[in-house]
């Protein structure tokens, strides 16, 4: 349940309707606006049921919540949440590049596409120290190592890092080194992981399940935000369906339907989202006039010896070219690049 308060309800009003609720053992979760303060109310179903709030000075009305997902939602926050990342802001009017290597292979490798997406106008810099690969044989990451290389590389280009936790043990351990961790569609659903990143201060990206809802998303931030950190991002990552020429079919109408859902940012990646090279520019420029607060894309020096997802990483001449064909779209949604 919400419980709006109205444009002229005094401090006093709002500390009253604070207590009476947890007096009552309820959770209140507060969302000030320029007009109006939000009182999002969460706890035992049956005690909100219950509730009657209506007669309390300076409440205009209460609304009760249908969906599972509470602080996530827009009818508890109405305006976008803007996560800062070190001084760069997500959810703002500028959108955010995030790129790299999908696999952090060695400093030399890193080195050379951090330099290029840096000159290039990216932000953060990603790349994957351990990697949830479909096949045991397959490169799994240069686990710890792969950190450092991020850290360092990104420290001496004055970019951020995201990166992916794929075991809750390794928290800690990421968290030292980046400055987003990175749940991965195979993860989303991961609840024990998602309670423990709620736990954490450091900002996350929450990937959208291989075959996952909007709906189970969302519910799957909820398990985060309810934890104490807020600042979760989602991003789309495409999703299984019957076509096979895409690695994934990228739902861009789930940027849509998650700015009408939630306050959070959402990023999409169109590298995973199409699994193709010639695809990724033509995607991101329609992930950005769909309403994407970021990007994520794939970058390697050499793709065709990527140790993974070469054929969806992009050249530094690719990335150079897809950075200058940006502008004009974001430009025409009221946003910057
Ligand atoms: C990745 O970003 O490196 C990755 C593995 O992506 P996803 O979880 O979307 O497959
Ligand atoms: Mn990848």
Redesign the pocket.
Known sequence: MIVVMSPNATKENLNNVVQKLESMNLRTHLSTGDERTIVGVIGDKKIIANLEMEMMEGVEKTVRITEKYKIVSRDFHPQDTIIDVGGIKIGGKNIVVMAGP?AVESLEQVRETAAAVKKAGAKIL?G?AY??RTSPYDFQGLGEDGLKILRQVADEFDLKVVT?VVDRQDIPLIEEYADIL?V???NMQNFQMLKSLGKIKKPIML?RGLSATISEWLNAAEYIVTGGNENVMFCE?GIRTYETFTRNTLDLSAVAAVKELSHLPIIV?PS?GTGRRPMVMPMARAAIAAGADGL?IEVHPHPEKALSDGNQSLTPKDFQDLMSNLGEIAAAVGRTI
Do not use: N, T, W, Y
């Open positions: 999908c990603r994957g990697k949830p992916e990175q991965g569609a195979r990937k990552r990646d995973h994520m």
